[in-house]
């Protein structure tokens, strides 16, 4: 295909476990099938416990779960690092039937509280670390948490993972009935994800949805069963590492590495030399700028004009292959000397010399990484899909790489567009609805299709472009998925001053925001603090206004998570009136034409 990063396709065997009808029967195939591998690990082999171990005590905290009340189609609750013991308990909780779900740990008292009302779970699991927030939110009436499990410490009556692990299963407790009676259709998980406008929405997948994706991705990577290696690093509240790692490793039967701190993810990722391994755009930028530097810095002039060498002509042999330009002899034959010269070694040392499999999604990523790292040997498959689509619906097939594009449709799935150009998918990994919210799953549903709010592209070989959002979502630079409106609604309530918020942080490491002041606030400030012009551009610099802004968004901020809070901001000299550049006539904002008339002051507040 022109165009394509062409590579040979993988022997593969197709895992048994796929043939199970849900998440519980395809541990159960892999558990047997490999029951003396490592199943989860620490780095350095901190924690290691195999298959056979795996469940064996998830057999154990299922018969614990029965005896808090645990049943099918109950919710279970998790605030966890990425630790071996998730993967231990939120599994038994699944073989009951009930649907575990995670809150991410940087979520505020006020979040956690609308997502324990609306899951209405019975058993929260907590690590001590995030306890404090947890006990604020339950001690507040919120939710209906009978039974608190702490990991790594203990409060006034919890129950301690060792206590819940030593407990009995009610008389008559019987866990292979229990497994079996679970349905293709029952909720596996919940992924609360931001909307627009209002509160989050906790999207129900099934386990039908969650094999259909594993199928998917088997009939496009050819990932090989057992003996192979991946690291967990993202947040299991997202469904990429819930979806991909959690539940993917009960299809492949790989070992599983925690790694409970994503600054630490290329450290385990050198300790665990994983067989995939897939980041969001961020974290291949980082790594991209560290190889970049580390080469620049190297002291032996000639090895890093060398690597210099090797790594252009990479990237002109990418582009070559996907422009379908052939690639001169002379040229491959220098080429394979830098692989085995400089990239294997490369390779080995960041721990990707066993890696055969590479993908992003999530947010968008730049060209240059794209050809950066496949100029190095490692061919980066970029992906597009949603929690509503139980994470991926599109993917570049790794024998057939199309940069600029998020690939075709994964196997079984259908991808269409609207007259709008909104990205339609319809398929057996569409979610089940949003839990409590059919007003929502209705807007979202039609005919079977869901729409994606994404405006996209298709080329004559059926790959999909991403090139614009119909939907107002911030997706940042890690990809964690935002709503700005929440996130301006806290603004204009930290203090009266602020009169219109746009906040921004689209493909960014972090928020920002542009401040429009009241006018009538700024009057009745003006008057208390004896200033003489309450314009908007007079109050625009006046050091107490910006004081009495700055000490707002803080306010605003702590009704936040970490990556939702606002950073930097800029008080803008004008006022929006309705109808104007930046506001419709009904006072909402028009938000492009806002990024591009304050650019420079956007630009400015991420350059400082």
């Not at 796929?18 to 558990?31: H, K, Y």
């Not at 939110?137 to 209906?144: F, T």
């Not at 200033?531 to 109050?539: G, I, R, V």
Request: negative net charge; glycine residues 8%; contains cysteine.
């Amino acid at each position: 295909m022109e165009g394509a990063l062409t590579t040979a396709p993988a022997q593969r065997e197709r895992p048994t476990a796929l043939d199970a009808s849900t998440m519980c029967e395809a541990f159960q195939i892999t558990a047997a099938a490999r029951p003396d591998d490592v199943a989860l690990r620490t780095i350095a082999d901190g924690i290691s416990i195999t298959w056979g171990e795996y469940s064996e005590r998830v057999r154990r905290l299922a018969g614990a779960f029965s005896a808090l009340g645990v049943g099918r189609g109950h919710t279970v609750g998790f605030m966890l690092t990425n630790r071996p013991e998730f993967h231990l308990l939120d599994t038994a909780a699944m073989h009951l039937g009930a649907t575990p779900f995670s809150i991410y740990n940087t979520s505020s008292p006020e979040q956690i509280a609308y997502l324990l009302e609306d899951a209405a779970n019975r058993v929260m699991i907590v690590e001590a670390a995030f306890i404090d927030r947890v006990v604020q939110v339950l001690d507040d009436g919120h939710g209906s948490v009978e039974h608190l499990v702490v990991l790594d410490g203990a409060i006034s009556d919890s129950i301690t993972l060792e206590e819940l692990e030593a407990a009995q299963a009610p008389t008559g407790f019987d866990f292979e009935a229990s497994w079996r009676a679970v349905a293709p259709d029952d909720i596996l998980t919940l992924i609360y994800t931001s909307g627009t406008t209002g509160p989050p929405k906790g999207v129900q997948l099934t386990h039908a949805n969650e094999l259909a994706q594993c199928r998917g991705l088997d009939e496009v990577n050819h990932w090989p069963v057992g003996g192979g290696s991946i690291v967990s690093f993202l947040p299991m509240a997202h469904i990429a590492d819930r979806g991909l790692t959690h539940y993917g490793q009960m299809a492949w039967g790989e070992t599983l590495t925690c790694c409970p701190e994503v600054t630490q993810v290329f450290a385990h990722v050198a300790d665990a030399r994983p067989t995939r391994w897939g980041a969001v755009p961020r974290v291949w930028e980082k790594l991209k700028a560290a190889l970049e530097a580390g080469i620049a810095a190297d002291p032996d002039e000639a090895r890093r004009t060398a690597m210099q060498r090797a790594i252009a002509l990479g990237i002109r042999k990418v582009r070559a292959e996907q422009a379908g330009v052939p690639f001169d002899a002379d040229l491959l034959d220098a080429y394979a000397q830098a692989e085995e010269q400089v990239f294997v070694p490369m390779r080995a040392e960041l721990g990707l010399d066993r890696c055969t499999s590479y993908v992003t999604g999530a947010a968008p990523a730049p060209l240059e990484v794209f050809e950066f790292f496949a100029a190095i040997g490692i061919p980066i498959c970029e992906v597009w899909g949603m929690s509503e689509l139980t994470s991926v619906a599109t993917i570049n097939p790794p024998e057939q790489i199309r940069y600029g594009t998020v690939g075709p449709a994964l196997p079984g799935v259908e991808v269409r567009l609207a007259e709008d150009g909104e990205v339609l998918v319809r398929g057996p990994t569409v979610m089940a609805g949003y839990r409590n919210q059919p007003e929502k799953t209705a807007e979202t549903m039609d005919g079977g299709w869901l729409r994606s709010g994404d405006i996209g592209e298709l080329d004559e070989h059926g790959y999909l472009k991403i090139v614009d959002r119909k939907k107002e979502l911030i997706i940042n630079a890690a990809g964690k998925n935002m709503s700005p409106a929440n996130i301006e609604q806290q603004l204009k309530q930290g203090s009266s001053l602020i009169g219109q918020a746009i906040a921004i942080g689209d493909r960014r490491a972090y928020n920002v925001a542009l401040i429009v002041l009241d006018p009538d606030a700024c009057t009745a400030f003006a008057a208390a603090h004896s200033l003489a012009d309450s314009s908007a551009a007079a109050m625009a610099g006046e050091p107490s206004v910006r004081e009495e802004v700055s000490a707002g968004i803080d306010r605003a901020n702590s009704h936040l998570s970490r990556v939702e809070q606002i950073k930097r901001f800029a008080v803008l000299p004008v006022d929006w009136l309705p109808g104007g550049d930046e506001l419709t006539p009904t006072m909402k904002l028009r938000r492009k034409p806002i990024y591009e008339k304050y650019s420079a002051e956007i630009e400015a507040l991420y350059s400082r």
